[in-house]
């Protein structure tokens, strides 16, 4: 289980218990003392078993949209067991939501002492990438490694987004964000290049609370602006009509942007389109049109709850290669 520290005294405690377990990596005593004490006044997560703390990973945000993987750790004996990918995992989400663009994190290079080999394919396989040695940033003995990862790839966006339903900060976004996001919505691949999909930005307080007065159980309520998804059922070709499929090309794509410019939303499309039809009744109070239909709100905010992703099927359950079998 991983978990989001905030008590400093917590935090220190912690990371003192990783720390002195893992002297191999953290020998001396001084800098180990200095890892603990920054520690507290970083975000930080912890990994436990059964209640027992396995490890622990502490970010510093080193820019305004920089941020560095200060230290991390993991027991001997709790390794291969996923709580370093784990943790990091948990990091990354957050370092995104936050709006970073950069990851970067700093060790001995590879091929200096076999433990340190282990920490540097761990960090390849998360997705870092090395940046730079510098051979005299601690000394000659530790030549340090610089790896960096770029947040805002579109691998990296995917990896990230998960649906978010908790509650959004009072913050509003700003304008051209929005329509970043809209713009990403727009550009998505249509069928027969139809554009079958138009959007209504909401933003107007009085507006976004007559759509949240609708919404029933309610959903989004805190959200600051919402994009409502409009869809016109216009024929691609023949009998063809590729509407929902170009709408959700272009929703997709709007979650991803809204993840990179850190963030959240989810795609609310059952619950509004139900036998209730609240969708009709949203579309009412925007002055929709009678062709177009209310598909889908995304609500658009930055996040103060926090999020988890939800479990998927294996990938070997859901992806073959060359046969449905597999060869
Ligand atoms: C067509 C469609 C309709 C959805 N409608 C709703 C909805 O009405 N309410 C909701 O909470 N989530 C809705 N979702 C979000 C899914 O529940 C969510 O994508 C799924 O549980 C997987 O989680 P993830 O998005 O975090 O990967 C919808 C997703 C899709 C693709």
């Not at 370093?84 to 001995?108: C, H, P």
């Not at 966006?157 to 900060?169: A, K, N, Q, V």
Request: contains cysteine; glycine residues 6%; charged residues 30%.
């Amino acid at each position: 289980m991983i978990r989001f520290i905030e008590d400093r005294q917590e935090k220190m405690k912690i990371s003192r218990e990783v720390l002195e377990a893992l002297t191999q990596w953290f020998e001396v005593e001084e800098s180990r003392e200095q890892y603990i004490r920054e520690s507290a006044d970083q975000p930080f997560w912890a990994a436990f078993e059964n209640d027992v703390p396995a490890g622990f990973l502490c970010l510093k945000q080193t820019g305004d949209a920089t941020v560095e993987l200060a230290v991390m750790g993991v027991k001997k004996e709790f390794h291969r067991n996923g709580y370093g990918r784990r943790l990091f995992a948990a990091a990354k989400d957050y370092a995104v939501q936050k709006g970073n663009s950069f990851m970067q994190v700093k060790t001995v290079r590879s091929g200096m002492y076999e433990d340190y080999d282990i920490t540097n394919e761990f960090y390849r396989s998360v997705g870092f990438r090395e940046l730079e040695v510098l051979a005299d940033y601690w000394d000659e003995a530790n030549p340090c490694q610089i790896y960096v990862m770029n947040l805002k790839s579109a691998i990296g966006t995917i990896e990230t987004r998960h649906s978010y339903r908790g509650r959004f900060s009072e913050k509003a976004v700003p304008r051209e964000d929005l329509e970043a996001i809209a713009r990403c919505g727009i550009d998505a691949p249509s069928g027969c290049n139809k554009q079958t999909t138009d959007l209504i930005v909401v933003d107007d307080k009085e507006t976004l609370d007559k759509i949240k007065g609708l919404i029933d159980p309610p959903v989004a309520q805190t959200a600051p602006a919402m994009i409502v998804v409009l869809s016109r059922r216009i024929n691609a070709y023949r009998d063809r009509c590729f509407a929902t499929q170009d709408y959700s090309a272009a929703i997709e794509n709007m979650l991803l942007a809204i993840v990179e410019l850190g963030y959240q939303s989810c795609w609310y499309e059952g619950h509004i389109t139900d036998d209730d039809r609240i969708c009709d009744k949203i579309a009412a109070v925007l002055g929709v049109p009678d062709d177009y239909d209310v598909v889908c709100i995304l609500p658009v905010g930055k996040a103060e709850d926090d999020f988890h992703a939800p479990s998927k099927k294996p990938f070997a359950e859901r992806v073959r290669f060359n046969h449905f079998e597999g060869r």
